[in-house]
């Protein structure tokens, strides 16, 4: 049974905001990545895993928005973005339905040109368009690259998502399964219970704010005789202005964070939690390698 198992490394990249976090959400059945309508949502590559028993197993990297750097964190995550492109077995590139290739697009094109690696371009969000206009979006992207397919698709609505699975599984080499079956990220739960707590953020707040935030988990610790877990963790901003807005009137902003994160941790982990939230400054932090590396960004490790 085994030799006829396929498993394989598959990258998703795109421009940010595209919906490569939704579309592998969905694609794993469950919540490990972020979502936000805001740039820099995703900051590092996030490894799940999808195993179908009769097929084999993919192994999903969702990077960050590939993008222009105006920081060391911008550099940091285009790096972790670009660096996947020559590693991967397949590449998924998502990109909004258009008939306009833009300088996004076509930075993107260079670096796929440089990986000879099997690009599956899927264009997203055709719920929002016309259907009559779909095929005129295939056509300008199928004039710029050769790719091995193109899949009109719905990551929100879970449309022709299966179609993407059937391809993926198409190009992945034979070969034994990386993980167990039961195996659906490598993220350490501190590390998806911080990105939770940033997500909650980045909806709550305004968009000035969002991108100089980071969130450090300082403890994380089960009571032995409830069904309950205590974690202390601190939302760093980079302004003292932003301090006070992450905070809210008489605590309001930073309540309301606090609410939803647990909610949603609590989902995750099955347990009740009792969350408390701290907010402290640190400035220009997105631009301290050593601030960066503390936060869980750490370009070494690219």
Not at 105 to 110: D, G, L, P, S, V
Not at 191 to 199: D, G, L, M, N, T
């Amino acid at each position: 049974m085994s030799e006829s198992l396929k498993s394989g490394f598959v990258t998703i990249i795109g421009r940010p905001n595209v919906g490569k976090s939704t579309l592998m959400n969905h694609l794993i059945g469950q919540k490990i990545a972020i979502t936000s309508n805001k740039p820099q949502t995703t900051r590092n590559r996030i490894q799940t895993v999808y195993t179908d028993m009769d097929r084999g197993q993919i192994v999903f990297l969702d990077t960050p928005g590939i993008h222009r750097a105006k920081n060391k964190l911008g550099e940091y995550m285009v790096s972790a973005a670009e660096h996947t492109l020559g590693e991967v077995d397949v590449i998924l590139w998502l990109v909004e339905p258009s008939s306009f290739i833009g300088a996004g697009e076509r930075h993107i094109i260079e670096q796929l040109e440089r990986a000879k690696t099997p690009v599956i371009l899927i264009i997203n969000k055709v719920d929002t368009v016309p259907r009559e206009k779909i095929l005129s979006y295939i056509d300008t992207y199928r004039k710029v690259y050769p790719f091995a397919e193109i899949v009109p698709a719905s990551a929100l609505r879970g449309e022709n998502l299966d179609t993407v699975v059937d391809l993926i599984f198409q190009y992945l080499p034979y070969g034994p399964l990386f993980y167990d079956e039961d195996t659906v990220t490598d993220q350490p739960e501190r590390a998806i219970v911080a990105e939770i707590i940033r997500e909650k953020a980045l909806h709550a707040l305004d968009d000035e704010i969002p991108h100089g935030i980071a969130v450090c988990i300082d403890r994380m610790r089960g009571r032995k005789e409830k069904k309950m877990m205590d974690i202390d963790a601190t939302i760093v901003c980079e302004r003292d202005s932003h301090k006070g807005i992450v905070i809210g009137k008489g605590g309001a902003m930073l309540k309301k964070i606090g609410t939803n994160a647990r909610y949603e941790i609590e989902r995750l982990l099955e347990i009740k939690v009792n969350l408390k939230l701290w907010v402290k400054v640190k400035k220009d932090w997105r631009d301290s390698d050593a601030m960066m590396k503390n936060f869980g960004y750490n370009k070494d490790e690219i």
